[in-house]
Structures are given as C-alpha cells and as structure tokens.
C-alpha cells in the first residue's frame, strides 16, 4: 500500500511493491506487469511517478521492457562465483540445471601471432580452434571459442567437444589442471553474436578471455567467451586486509 504522508518516496514505495511482488512469486519470470496507467489507477498516483519507480527496476535488472509489447519480469540471472577453477559442465550441475552444446565450427589449423604464443607453441603447429555454444536448460548462455594444441590435446574430435572438455582432459588424457587467469570486460552483442545467443542486437555481453595452465605449466587453452548480460552475474568475494 502507498503512504502518501511516509517520508519515503512514491516512487520509491511503488518499487519496493513491485519488487516485494517478484520476490514472493506473485509475479513470475517472464510474466507481463500491468501497465504504468493500470498502476496510476490502483494506487491512484501520476503516471509520471510510476514511469519513474519502473525505469528504476529496469535499470536494476528486475524488469525488462521489450519495444511495442510491454514490461515484463526479468529473468533471473545465474550467479557464478569467482572462486575456483570450474568447468561450464560443472557450473551447470551445481546449479541443478542441464548443460548443453551446440557445436558451431571444430576445426585444425596452423597457430599464429598470439595464439601461438599463448599456447606456447611454435608459429605453424598445429591448434584446434573449436566453437561452442554452451547451453543450460537449453537456453543459449555463452557463445565460446576455444584453441588448444593439438600436440597437448591429443585425440580431439567433434563428438568429444559435444562433452566436456575438462572431463576429457582430465580423465581420459590424464593431465592435471592448475589454474587459470580471466579477463572480464563488458561489450555488446554483434549480428552474428545475437542471433546465436537470441538476444537482440547491441544487447549487452560480458566479454571473456581465459588463459588456462596445466600443474607442469604446460598451457592448455585460450579461450573467448561471450556471455549474456541478462542472464549471467559474476559474484566476487573480497577478504581486507
Ligand atoms: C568454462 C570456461 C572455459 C572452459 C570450459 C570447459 C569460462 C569463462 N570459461 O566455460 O575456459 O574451456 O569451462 O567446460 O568460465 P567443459 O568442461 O564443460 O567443456
């Protein structure tokens, strides 16, 4: 209910009303929210005020508004901590949800410039360039590019990569992960990049490079992955001192 004489903002109230809605589960996922003049009317207000109380859950990722059609509850992100060293596969099913891949491009070919470097190989060796869509309840997440050494991976084929590769690396080749080092930066979604992830154009995306090491500090991927903004939160937790 609205207090029209508390010290706290309409807007403010209309908000936390709203969100209080979501949270309990009156309003679900993906459901359409009455419109700002159904509002104006229920808590008797101006419009103006309920835009204002709506744009702000917009901009905090509870709302979502989709051009012509209306404003809709926004899907709830999956929240992954930055701790440890884990595999997509792994994410997904610690989460309880269902990983998948769509294999767009597996292929060999010469390592050049940085790749090489990278990797650690010589300019000319052979590298698996492999791109993935990686799935979870069949909602595209991530569109993933990844380069490994051919000598290093051995054996890779395009039924492998449907898997996951950690499991591979590990279990069937033996070798031990150590750890890695990610770069995170934000950007938004290309043509291409939308349509595989279905998500509009110019969407917003997290961009990251991850440079991943064997224990015998052998290198054993670089990989680019592109993530939707609407459905992934990295989470970072910081220790002072
Ligand atoms: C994650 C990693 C990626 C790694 C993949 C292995 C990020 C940004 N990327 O997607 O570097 O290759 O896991 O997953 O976290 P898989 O074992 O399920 O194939």
Do not use: W
């Not at 104006?40 to 509870?62: C, H, K, P």
């Not at 590990?170 to 990049?193: C, F, K, P």
């Not at 440079?211 to 910081?238: A, H, N, W």
């Amino acid at each position: 209910m609205i207090d029209k004489y508390s010290p706290l903002p309409i807007y403010y109230q209309i908000e936390e009303a709203i969100k209080g809605r979501i949270e309990k589960g009156e309003l679900q996922e993906g459901e359409m929210i009455p419109s700002e003049r159904e509002y104006a009317e229920t808590y008797g207000i101006s419009r103006m005020t309920v835009r204002q109380a709506i744009t702000n859950l917009v901009n905090d990722g509870y709302l979502t508004r989709r051009k012509g059609k209306g404003t809709f509850v926004a899907n709830k992100k999956i929240e992954q901590k930055l701790v440890g060293l884990t595999s997509f596969t792994e994410d997904m099913k610690a989460r309880g949800l269902s990983p998948s891949i769509k294999l767009l491009d597996f292929k060999l070919s010469e390592a050049h410039g940085k790749t090489a470097t990278g990797l650690g190989i010589q300019a000319g060796a052979a590298v698996y360039e492999i791109q993935r869509v990686r799935l979870a309840d069949q909602i595209p997440m991530a569109l993933e590019t990844t380069f490994l050494s051919a000598d290093l991976v051995k054996g890779l084929n395009e039924k492998i990569v449907q898997g996951s590769l950690y499991q591979y690396v590990e279990e069937e080749l033996g070798l031990s992960i150590d750890y890695a080092t990610q770069e995170l930066e934000a950007s938004v979604a290309r043509e291409a990049e939308s349509e595989i992830l279905g998500i509009a154009k110019g969407s917003p995306v997290l961009f990251i490079r991850r440079y991943t090491c064997l224990t015998d500090g052998r290198p054993l991927e670089l990989v680019q992955s592109i993530y939707r903004g609407d459905r992934y939160k990295f989470i970072i937790d910081m220790q002072r001192g």
